[in-house]
C-alpha cells in the first residue's frame, strides 16, 4: 500500500491552462505540505496544512491554491501555467502538530513532473 | 535565516568502499532535526536517516552513519561498503519546526557508484 500517493506522475500541458494535482495519505498524519524541484533539483516548501489548515504560504504566486478537503488530501490547483512552473511537484506528509517542535519525519510521495509548453 | 549547504555537487565511490558527503547548515536554534534523503533516479525521496539535536549519539542505518558535530553545525552522511543502488542524488535537510514547520533543503550532492 502506498503511504502517499499522488496523481498525475506527468503533466504535460500548454501554457495558460489549469491543472490540478491531487494528493492522499493513509498514515494518518495530522500535516501535509507541497514542494517544488526545480530544473536544478533544488526542493523549496510551497504550503502546508495541519488538520485541513492552512499553515505555511511561501511567498507562492496567488495563481498555486492547495486545497484540502480532510486532513488525508491536500490538492494543488495551478492557474494560468506559465513556463516558469515546469517543475518536480512533491507532496509530503508528517505525524505531529505545529508549535510542539520539530517535527516527525516527512514522508513524500512519488513526485509529479509538470511540464509547461 | 537557516540555511544548508552541500558543498559537494557530485562524488564518486567504487563498490564496496566508503564516502563521506558533507553538509553544513546554520541555526541559532537548539532544538532540530537533521535528515538525509535519498533521491535515485525514479525521483523518490527516500528517508535514509535522521538525526535529533538533542542527540549526542550519532544516528546509525545499517550502512550509513552519520557525523554530528552540533557546535560547529556540521552533519555528514557516512556510507559504508557502497553498492550500485546507493548511486542518487542525496539530500541533506534541517527541520526546526516550531509554529512552521518545513524542510530547508540543501542544493544536493550527486553520489556515482563505480563497478
Known amino acids: 500500500d502506498t503511504a502517499v500517493s499522488q496523481t498525475p506522475k506527468y503533466l504535460v500541458t500548454q501554457m495558460g491552462n489549469d491543472k490540478s494535482i491531487k494528493c492522499e495519505q493513509n498514515?494518518?498524519?495530522?500535516?501535509m505540505y507541497w514542494y517544488k524541484q526545480d530544473s536544478k533539483k533544488f526542493l523549496k516548501i510551497m504550503f502546508s496544512y495541519n488538520n485541513k489548515e492552512l499553515i505555511i504560504n511561501e511567498t507562492v504566486p496567488n495563481r498555486f491554491s492547495p486545497k484540502s478537503p480532510d486532513k488525508a488530501h491536500l490538492n494543488l490547483h495551478i492557474n494560468s501555467l506559465e513556463l516558469g512552473d515546469s517543475a518536480v511537484y512533491f507532496c509530503?506528509?508528517?505525524?505531529?502538530?505545529?508549535?510542539?517542535?520539530?517535527?516527525?519525519?516527512?514522508?513524500f510521495g512519488p513526485g509529479t513532473r509538470l511540464l509547461v509548453l | 535565516a537557516q540555511t544548508v549547504t552541500q558543498s559537494q555537487p557530485e562524488m564518486s565511490v567504487q563498490e564496496a568502499e566508503t564516502v563521506t558527503l558533507s553538509c553544513t547548515y546554520d541555526t541559532s536554534e537548539s532544538d532540530y532535526y537533521l535528515f538525509w534523503y535519498k533521491q535515485p533516479p525514479s525521483r523518490q525521496m527516500i528517508l535514509v536517516i535522521r538525526?535529533?539535536?538533542?542527540?549526542?549519539q550519532n544516528a546509525t542505518e545499517n550502512r550509513f552513519s552519520v557525523n554530528f558535530q552540533k557546535a560547529a553545525k556540521s552533519f555528514s552522511l557516512k556510507i559504508s561498503d557502497s553498492q550500485l543502488g546507493d548511486a542518487a542524488m542525496y539530500f541533506c535537510a534541517y527541520d526546526y519546526g516550531g509554529a512552521t514547520n518545513k524542510l530547508i533543503f540543501g542544493t544536493g550532492t550527486l553520489l556515482a557508484v563505480q563497478p
Open positions: 498514515l494518518g498524519h495530522d500535516t
Open positions: 538525526q535529533e539535536a538533542y542527540k549526542q
Open positions: 509530503a506528509s508528517s505525524q505531529g502538530l505545529h508549535g510542539a517542535g520539530p517535527t516527525e519525519t516527512q514522508y
